[in-house]
């Protein structure tokens, strides 16, 4: 891969993250408002900043599994205010890397900030320095994408070695038992410094996919890493008019892209979410372009064209014949910036314009079809052992209507037969939000409900976080055992479970 004709052609979208000067700071406005909707509604603590590390043993009501053994390693912003100021974006906060201990019916949970080079250098200057996803900041000049590394989005066990993400640079290599920060991950040298998505998927035989994006570039790497941690072979695949690609799916042939119908426009003087302009709707309005790429030769195979829509998170693909099935939770409009809106107090507009949809591409006829799995919903799953292969049931997180929520909150956990559409259902109570929630196999598993559903929720009522496991054959049945913090740690976006 030629990484000089990368990074250059990257300068617009480097140079909006925060070179140059004349912005809009974080501030002490957005702080104050948050903080007065916050003695309103302890709901928002979910979005309160975090200070220090974080480690405890938790209660654990009910039965764990004698089975579920291992370590469930998450991910997600927790420092959002520095100097009196806040963030702008839930998106902006730097990664505090958790790391939940299951075993022999034994619950314990540690956290720790990722000690990237931003955090430290702007927890000595006691401020914030740079500039990130959505507020602008011009105090510190940066040198590359991973002077602005925030480390929080997912946190990824590979290879032995455990690794914080970032879409914008580099993977951040953490201690996998202390969660102790070893360093920046230079997968080869000609690779330094370059993108790799918060997304990486495994393929059967152990190895990871992986790809990495700057809008402006009209550029898209992609990586193909061996199970041992080699780089088997790595590329550049040319997208006109690039925007924000947060994640992607992996069949047995392909590599799967949706380019949202954004236009990218360098103003320096903006953040990089405010660059993003929406141009799905009204005269002229794009479509949502999805992108083949052959995964034998990282070359484009086909683009196929979607009614425009707005995509963050995928769930598994499979080659189908002459064509390619996958899941995606599609959101109808703009919603990039809706989520900034919790920096302030406001609560949550979670997607009411989504639906999960399976979206079937058919190479021979040109055209992409669309099926609705599931109504308004958002973090897709499925199990590990049936990832690029044909699969039956997909995980989904939901808002219930009832409690108080309004629909805003998600809080309903979801198993969704892909076949018949029906899915097996629980709802947590008044005042709780959950997170993203993962399958993991039994041994040996026989079908995709032989295991459980492990996931994380905040309770907000009593501001401790709660460690869920459901069977996943029994979804409806609520919680076998939930393994409750005596404390409140920062809602994460991602995670894996690694068995022992």
């Given at each position: 891969?030629?990484?000089?004709?990368?990074?250059?052609?990257?300068?617009?979208?480097?140079?909006?993250?925060?070179?140059?000067?004349?912005?809009?700071?974080?501030?002490?406005?957005?702080?104050?408002?948050?903080?007065?909707?916050?003695?309103?509604?302890?709901?928002?603590?979910?979005?309160?900043?975090?200070?220090?590390?974080?480690?405890?043993?938790?209660?654990?009501?009910?039965?764990?599994?004698?089975?579920?053994?291992?370590?469930?390693?998450?991910?997600?912003?927790?420092?959002?205010?520095?100097?009196?100021?806040?963030?702008?974006?839930?998106?902006?906060?730097?990664?505090?890397?958790?790391?939940?201990?299951?075993?022999?019916?034994?619950?314990?949970?540690?956290?720790?900030?990722?000690?990237?080079?931003?955090?430290?250098?702007?927890?000595?200057?006691?401020?914030?320095?740079?500039?990130?996803?959505?507020?602008?900041?011009?105090?510190?000049?940066?040198?590359?994408?991973?002077?602005?590394?925030?480390?929080?989005?997912?946190?990824?066990?590979?290879?032995?070695?455990?690794?914080?993400?970032?879409?914008?640079?580099?993977?951040?290599?953490?201690?996998?038992?202390?969660?102790?920060?070893?360093?920046?991950?230079?997968?080869?040298?000609?690779?330094?410094?370059?993108?790799f998505s918060a997304h990486p998927k495994r393929d059967p035989d152990g190895s990871l996919w992986n790809f990495g994006a700057l809008p402006g570039t009209d550029t898209?790497?992609?990586?193909?890493?061996?199970?041992?941690?080699?780089?088997?072979?790595?590329?550049?695949?040319?997208?006109?008019?690039?925007?924000?690609?947060?994640?992607?799916?992996?069949?047995?042939?392909?590599?799967?892209?949706?380019?949202?119908?954004?236009?990218?426009?360098?103003?320096?003087?903006?953040?990089?979410?405010?660059?993003?302009?929406?141009?799905?709707?009204?005269?002229?309005?794009?479509?949502?372009?999805?992108?083949?790429?052959?995964?034998?030769?990282?070359?484009?195979?086909?683009?196929?064209?979607?009614?425009?829509?707005?995509?963050?998170?995928?769930?598994?693909?499979?080659?189908?014949?002459?064509?390619?099935?996958?899941?995606?939770?599609?959101?109808?409009?703009?919603?990039?910036?809706?989520?900034?809106?919790?920096?302030?107090?406001?609560?949550?507009?979670?997607?009411?314009?989504?639906?999960?949809?399976?979206?079937?591409?058919?190479?021979?006829?040109?055209?992409?079809?669309?099926?609705?799995?599931?109504?308004?919903?958002?973090?897709?799953?499925v199990m590990p052992q049936v990832a690029t292969r044909r699969h039956r049931r997909l995980a989904l997180l939901s808002a219930g209507g009832a409690g108080g929520n309004?629909?805003?909150?998600?809080?309903?956990?979801?198993?969704?037969?892909?076949?018949?559409?029906?899915a097996d259902s629980y709802r947590f109570d008044a005042g709780w939000q959950v997170e993203e929630h993962v399958l993991v196999p039994r041994r040996n598993a026989r079908?995709?409900?032989?295991?459980?559903?492990?996931?994380?929720?905040?309770?907000?009522?009593?501001?401790?976080?709660?460690?869920?496991?459901?069977?996943?054959?029994?979804?409806?049945?609520?919680?076998?055992?939930?393994?409750?913090?005596?404390?409140?740690?920062?809602?994460?976006?991602?995670?894996?479970?690694?068995?022992?």
């Open positions: 891969m030629d990484r000089r004709h990368f990074l250059a052609s990257s300068s617009i979208g480097l140079g909006a993250l925060g070179l140059a000067p004349g912005a809009a700071l974080a501030d002490a406005a957005t702080r104050a408002s948050f903080h007065a909707a916050l003695k309103r509604d302890s709901r928002l603590a979910v979005y309160a900043d975090t200070q220090g590390e974080l480690a405890g043993a938790a209660t654990v009501r009910g039965r764990l599994p004698a089975d579920l053994d291992g370590v469930f390693f998450r991910n997600g912003p927790g420092r959002f205010e520095l100097g009196g100021e806040r963030y702008h974006h839930w998106f902006d906060g730097d990664g505090m890397a958790q790391r939940w201990q299951i075993g022999g019916g034994k619950v314990s949970h540690c956290g720790s900030f990722v000690r990237t080079q931003k955090f430290t250098e702007e927890s000595k200057a006691g401020r914030f320095l740079y500039s990130t996803y959505g507020t602008k900041i011009d105090r510190s000049p940066m040198k590359s994408n991973d002077t602005l590394n925030a480390a929080n989005t997912n946190l990824l066990p590979f290879n032995g070695r455990l690794y914080a993400l970032w879409e914008g640079g580099s993977a951040t290599e953490l201690d996998p038992a202390t969660l102790a920060t070893i360093g920046l991950k230079t997968w080869r040298d000609d690779l330094k410094s370059m993108p898209l790497a992609l990586y193909h890493i061996g199970a041992a941690g080699a780089v088997l072979a790595a590329g550049m695949v040319n997208i006109a008019d690039l925007t924000m690609v947060h994640d992607f799916a992996v069949s047995a042939k392909h590599l799967i892209f949706l380019v949202p119908p954004y236009t990218f426009r360098n103003d320096a003087s903006k953040s990089f979410l405010d660059q993003h302009v929406w141009v799905g709707s009204g005269a002229g309005a794009r479509p949502m372009r999805v992108v083949v790429v052959d995964k034998a030769t990282l070359t484009l195979r086909r683009v196929f064209e979607l009614p425009p829509r707005m995509v963050f998170h995928f769930g598994n693909a499979f080659d189908d014949g002459a064509t390619t099935r996958f899941d995606a939770v599609l959101h109808e409009g703009d919603v990039l910036g809706e989520l900034g809106g919790i920096m302030r107090g406001e609560r949550a507009p979670v997607p009411g314009r989504s639906s999960a949809t399976q979206i079937t591409l058919d190479y021979a006829a040109g055209t992409a079809r669309e099926a609705r799995l599931f109504g308004a919903s958002e973090f897709p799953g309004g629909g805003r909150i998600l809080n309903t956990v979801n198993l969704v037969d892909t076949d018949s559409g029906k079908s995709e409900t032989d295991g459980y559903l492990v996931g994380v929720a905040q309770d907000s009522g009593r501001l401790q976080t709660v460690l869920t496991v459901f069977d996943a054959a029994h979804v409806k049945d609520g919680p076998v055992a939930l393994a409750r913090l005596p404390y409140r740690a920062p809602h994460c976006f991602h995670g894996n479970f690694l068995p022992s």
